[in-house]
């Protein structure tokens, strides 16, 4: 047999075990090791019932506003946490643009490789195993760093590509955008027998049939759905590029648009970037294809804005894929989502009423403004002079997240203040009775300093534990409040 021929033969078998595809033991896991220090990437413990054995590490900027995005990182098979957060370059952008990180980790007890089991329907799907144990770290960070609800993003590399795409099926109400590196398809395969047919062959489905396995997910979901981010080598022989034109199909046909691109562009590092925009022209879906890259995470070690990372064992130098990736989710502005005016954020944004198509809003005004932005979910909603605002043409029962900017003489909007939330009325409440340790484990509600709160009115719940016991309903899309009198009619 030809040197070359052989050569490409281990590399297939070496990189199919480690994707852990089979549970055989054949590669040795790496070890893991312990998390950086204090300062840097720490450990978080109880995050909630945890029903996936993970691990919840994070990292978070000083001087972390609140109100800022948050990005879940997922490892590689043989990686761990620290792995992650040391080669990825996100630090580098948590530290730039202001945004808190949290970095979950397996163990080799969930997978023999330590891979996040992507092939799995007991652990990849809502509410069960690895996927609920993801969720519930977002809700743990949210609490803790006061991060703004409606901008989360996953990403992850490999087998926690997979996990990624798994996780903006089920929960496509807590991530706003993801970005699968070398990753799979949506519940491309929900056994282990399964899983290698998906890594290397092309399963001749429809677009409509990718996009129905991410309906399926989460049924009676209608959106909005996640913008996702896909990252291919054409070289890979471990996660095929046919994965990549999977996801494509799958993620435009969730978003109701063509498998045509919008655009297209050359990127540093032999990248090709394919754009997919939605109806209003906005890039929906975004495929990044680097010719010549094998299996692993796009990294480009260097000082420049658009370099990040360092090399190590599937980090691979050719584009900063974290840099492009944040950019495409707007990550690329003040700590607070500011713009390029000087004056401060505003203060003390509250909601002051809604109907079932309104939102009003007022805050405190600030010296020196002609007007303010209101921004929902991200994007401007529209403008004011006064303190002061109504948003309306709203969807009933939904939830949206609101902060405010203020505009100066010129014509530049300053920062961004933190963000509140706000649910429409319409719909009848949904009641739910139970302790507050099993509210939080349902994602009814999170915990601060053994405090129990509410998710979305944030009302004081009294101490998280099995003793104390309170009635929610749930009034709009992921906002509680107390009904402890009876629920609401």
């Known amino acids: 047999m030809r040197p070359s021929v052989l050569r490409r033969l281990l590399r297939r078998v070496t990189f199919t075990a480690v994707l852990g595809l089979v549970a055989t033991g054949l590669v040795t896991t790496a070890s893991t090791g312990p998390a950086a220090a204090a300062g840097t990437l720490q450990q978080v413990s109880n995050f909630g019932t945890n029903p996936g054995n993970l691990a919840m590490y994070a990292y978070t900027p000083t001087g972390l506003p609140a109100g800022a995005p948050l990005v879940v990182a997922l490892h590689g098979c043989t990686q761990s946490a620290n792995d992650y957060f040391t080669h990825s370059g996100w630090q580098k952008y948590a530290d730039l643009w202001g945004f808190a990180v949290v970095f979950p980790q397996t163990n080799s007890a969930n997978n023999s490789s330590s891979c996040f089991s992507w092939f799995d329907a007991t652990k990849n799907t809502r509410g069960k195993g690895e996927a609920a144990s993801v969720v519930q770290m977002v809700n743990t960070a949210a609490a803790q760093y006061g991060s703004d609800t409606h901008r989360v993003f996953v990403t992850g590399l490999s087998a926690g590509g997979g996990m990624t795409a798994d996780l903006l099926a089920a929960y496509p109400d807590v991530f706003a955008g993801g970005a699968v590196d070398s990753g799979l398809p949506a519940q491309c395969a929900t056994t282990l027998t399964a899983a290698s047919g998906c890594q290397q062959n092309n399963q001749n489905l429809t677009p409509a049939q990718w996009g129905d396995k991410v309906r399926g997910a989460n049924p009676g979901y209608a959106g909005p759905w996640p913008r996702v981010a896909i990252w291919q080598g054409t070289s890979d022989y471990t996660v095929y590029p046919v994965n990549a034109t999977e996801l494509r199909d799958q993620w435009t046909n969730v978003w109701g648009i063509g498998q045509s691109a919008s655009s297209t562009q050359s990127l540093p590092g032999s990248t090709t970037l394919s754009v997919y925009n939605d109806t209003a022209g906005k890039p929906a879906v975004e495929l990044y294809s680097v010719a010549g890259m094998g299996h692993g995470l796009a990294i480009a070690p260097g000082s420049g804005a658009d370099q990040c990372g360092s090399t190590g ?81 709203l969807a009933a029962a939904t939830s949206y997240g609101y902060t405010v900017a203020a505009v100066d003489s010129a014509g530049n909007a300053g920062a961004r203040s933190a963000a509140v939330t706000a649910g429409t009325t319409g719909s009848r409440p949904q009641c739910f009775t139970a302790s507050n340790y099993a509210q939080v484990a349902a994602g009814r509600a999170h915990q601060s300093g053994g405090i129990a709160y509410a998710n979305g009115s944030n009302q004081n719940l009294g101490l998280w534990n099995t003793f104390v016991t309170h009635t929610l309903a749930q009034t709009s899309p992921g906002w509680f409040v107390l009904a402890d009198a009876g629920c609401p009619a």
Request: aromatic share 12%.
């Open 313 to 393: 064992a599937y980090f691979l130098t050719t584009i900063c894929s974290s840099y492009w990736t944040a950019k495409f989710w707007g990550l690329d502005g003040a700590p607070t989502g500011g713009g390029t005016g000087s004056l401060p954020a505003p203060a003390g944004l509250v909601v002051t009423g809604s109907t079932d198509t309104t939102v009003s809003l007022s805050w405190t005004a600030v010296p020196g403004a002609v007007s303010y932005t209101v921004y929902r979910d991200g994007a401007a909603a529209g403008s004011t002079g006064p303190a002061s605002f109504t948003d309306s043409g």
